[in-house]
């Protein structure tokens, strides 16, 4: 099992045990991760509880992209977040108040 794996299956049990983190999100967000162990994940919140999945398809209203190993270095701590966006590890594309909740989720 890759390293981003890994990271996206904590995520996975953090949905599920504490929903209330995306409670008020009514959307679905994409997780693009690239390189060597990366795969687009979407956390569909539409769904209640929400639900994770690989999905390479699945339409987003928000995409973050970065590399699979800056996620596995975010989760870790080793990697601070809005410092990974500024210098341009992670991208958005589409909402970026969606961008923000998510990273409650991802911290």
Partial sequence: MSDAT???????????????????????I?????????????IDCNKKPAEVK?????????TLTMDAQDMVKM???????QMAFLSGKIKIDGSMSL??????LLS
Wanted: aromatic share 2%; no cysteine.
């Fill in 6 to 28: 890994v990271v996206m299956n904590k995520i996975t049990e953090k949905v599920k045990n504490k929903p209330e983190i995306l409670a008020d999100v009514n959307a679905v």
């Fill in 30 to 42: 994409a997780v693009n991760l690239t390189g060597e162990s990366g795969g687009r994940w979407v």
């Fill in 54 to 62: 690989l999905d390479e398809t699945m339409k987003a209203d928000m």
């Fill in 75 to 81: 989760s870790e701590g080793e990697l601070n977040p």
């Fill in 99 to 104: 961008a923000m909740k998510l990273g409650k």
